[in-house]
């Protein structure tokens, strides 16, 4: 995570669950604070979304790469510039 220009190193926990063609989701800094995916697009390996924690909205692109996903999230907290960079891994 990159905020005001300090580089961050921090896990999340993202949940993905697919009916279909459908995805829906939740997100959050670990398994009890999770928040609902909203706007979930999908088209071929890219998936964009947002997170509204009730005081950030955070927007992310993603991209398949295998059986990893890697992409980046911005949101704007406190009047600052966030940049979150994702290289998720599925968990069993």
């Not at 905020?3 to 999340?12: D, F, L, Q």
């Not at 692109?61 to 992409?71: N, R, W, Y």
Request: proline share 0%; glycine share 10%.
């Amino acid at each position: 995570m990159n905020r005001n220009g300090e580089n961050r190193t921090t896990t999340a926990v993202l949940i993905f669950k697919q009916d279909g063609n459908r995805i829906t989701g939740t997100a959050g800094r670990d398994e009890s604070e999770q928040h609902q995916l909203e706007n979930v697009k999908v088209e071929g390996d890219k998936l964009t979304f947002e997170i509204n924690d009730g005081d950030t909205v955070v927007k992310a692109t993603l991209q398949a790469e295998g059986d990893v996903i890697k992409g980046e999230a911005k949101a704007q907290l406190d009047g600052q510039a966030m940049t979150v960079v994702f290289n998720l891994k599925r968990q069993n």
